[in-house]
């Protein structure tokens, strides 16, 4: 199975704040046995690294916790897919569905890749169901 992983679902698995997407540690657990594969559109490293540097910002993990997090995160065996191949697909993703465009990169490699799609974001999940992914 394929399954693109969006950065609400990846920053859960690090930082509690919140319920992990049904089925997420169970995919990772295949991921690790080579019978899953995770990816993400390469956005998924910049935002993961914002949103680490804003809990950081906002007192909710320290400096140290903060560079940890972010090389585990990049330690992760998510393969990562550049923007370019993506970004007229996400366009009309996006205008289609009211989204982000940031938030359709996501759905547009899912699309493309014939991927399932995990993440927090309702929105995106409320799509993601829409499109079947």
């Known amino acids: ?65 903060s560079r940890q997090l972010l090389l585990d995160i990049l330690a992760m ?3 990562l897919f550049p923007h370019r191949p993506l970004i007229q697909p996400s366009f009309d993703l996006a205008s289609e569905y009211e989204l982000t465009l940031y938030d359709a990169l996501f759905l547009a490699l899912a699309t493309a890749q014939g991927a399932i799609v995990f993440s927090t974001d309702e929105a995106m999940v409320k799509v993601a169901g829409l499109m079947n992914l």
């Open 1 to 65: 199975m394929i399954g693109v992983i969006d950065t609400s679902a990846l920053i859960r698995l690090f930082v509690p704040d919140g319920p992990i997407p049904d089925g997420l540690d169970e995919f990772f657990q295949g991921v690790e046995r080579g019978r899953n594969i995770a990816i993400a559109p390469e956005l998924i490293v910049v935002e993961s690294a914002n949103v680490i540097n804003k809990k950081r910002k906002a007192g909710e993990i320290s400096e140290e916790e």
């Open 77 to 79: 065996p998510i393969r």
